[in-house]
């Protein structure tokens, strides 16, 4: 499903995208909107689908406090909206649903690391819908049978994470900045920690989870926690430019170590009103259930991005 927009916004299924003209076309886009209710209803009924996975959101966390009711609106009665569309038209033995859910809801958690068995605690608006979505998709499969799970992902990237997460916000700065195309890159809190995973492992997950008799709700993460500052020394070392930090607070700073120059600097703006300071999953229940397990480390994660983003700057000049 895309939704309508003035300008392309299909670059990132690009791999997969078929000519709807070509000869036996397996991939269909259908025009749609997580806020439009008889839309949503419309196509489900139009595709009668076998699985539906629910990754629409606005999945922002800071744009979440500039707009949280879009956000509630799109994350939390979004979900809602399909659930009751599979209900409507009677879909509730055919179609099985997935919700990406998040380890946003866990917050500020009382332990770690986090299994599926620790409580929540949301510290955004944009966590406090997904908890909406959680708990409405556990009702549904509780009230109506519907083979309906919940992942609890934990943070997931890949090159085609969006350039303003954190991660693709460096890697991609390191690019520039080592090919002499931006002079510095500005960051919010430098000491939140974060499980990442690669998006492409999380997908295989998410496939999976559909493909169990039972439907169930699974933690996935990669068991491993990195600091941001620690991301933006590997991601810079990746791009050829090895950087050390100096100062502390809002003066803390990055500079390359070759010749002292300041490429990254705090800026206010990106802390959150409440922040997660830490995250870091427990993924044993999916391992034990259908033998799932992250290969990917942040380490390595790094170390793609910025070779994706070198090679994309270096061959698009409009990127
Ligand atoms: P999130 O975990 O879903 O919020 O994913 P993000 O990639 O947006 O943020 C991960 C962490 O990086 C959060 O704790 C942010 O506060 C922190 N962070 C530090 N600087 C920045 C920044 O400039 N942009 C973003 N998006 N996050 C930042």
């Known amino acids: ?22 000869p036996d076309p397996s991939l269909f886009l259908h025009y749609g909107d997580m806020t439009d209710a008889t839309n949503l209803i419309r196509l489900m009924q139009e595709v009668q689908p076998d699985e539906i996975y629910n990754l629409a959101a606005q999945s922002h966390v800071r744009v979440s406090f500039e707009t949280p009711e879009y956000t509630a609106n799109a994350d939390a009665t979004g979900t809602l909206r399909l659930l009751e569309a599979i209900r409507i038209l009677g879909l509730e033995q055919k179609s099985r ?38 708990w409405i998709t556990v009702n549904y499969r509780e009230a109506y049978g519907i083979h309906a799970s919940n992942a609890i992902a934990f943070n997931h990237e890949s090159p085609l994470r969006g350039e303003t997460f954190v991660t693709r916000k460096i890697t991609r700065a390191a690019a520039a900045i080592a090919l002499g195309k931006q002079e510095k ?14 998006a492409r492992e999380f997908v295989e997950a998410m496939w999976l989870m559909l493909q169990q008799d039972e439907p169930d709700d699974y933690v996935l993460a990669t068991g491993r926690t990195t ?58 229940k999916a391992r034990d259930a259908f033998g799932w397990a992250a290969r990917t480390d942040a380490r390595e994660l790094a170390r793609e991005m910025v070779a994706a983003d070198l090679a994309l700057l270096q061959t698009n000049f409009a990127a």
Not at 185 to 197: M, Q, S, T, V
Not at 235 to 245: K, L, Q, S, T, V
Request: glycine content about 6%.
């Open 185 to 198: 890159l500005f960051l919010g809190n430098l000491n939140a920690r974060r499980d990442w995973g690669h």
């Open 227 to 284: 600091e941001v500052r620690e991301f933006v020394r590997w991601a810079f070392e990746d791009a050829g430019i090895p950087i050390e930090f100096v100062g502390e607070g809002l003066d803390e700073k990055a500079i390359a170590k070759s010749d002292g120059r300041v490429l990254v600097e705090i800026d206010e703006r990106y802390f959150r009103p409440t922040e997660v300071e830490a995250l870091k999953g427990d993924a044993s």
């Open 97 to 134: 649903f997935f919700q990406a859910s998040t380890s946003e809801l866990y917050g500020d958690a009382p332990h770690c690391p986090q299994n599926e068995d620790t409580p929540f605690r949301p510290r955004s608006p944009y966590a406090v819908a997904k908890l909406y979505a959680y």
């Open 1 to 22: 499903m895309k939704r309508r927009s003035s300008s392309f916004n299909t670059a990132r299924i690009e791999d997969i995208y078929e000519d709807p003209h070509s």
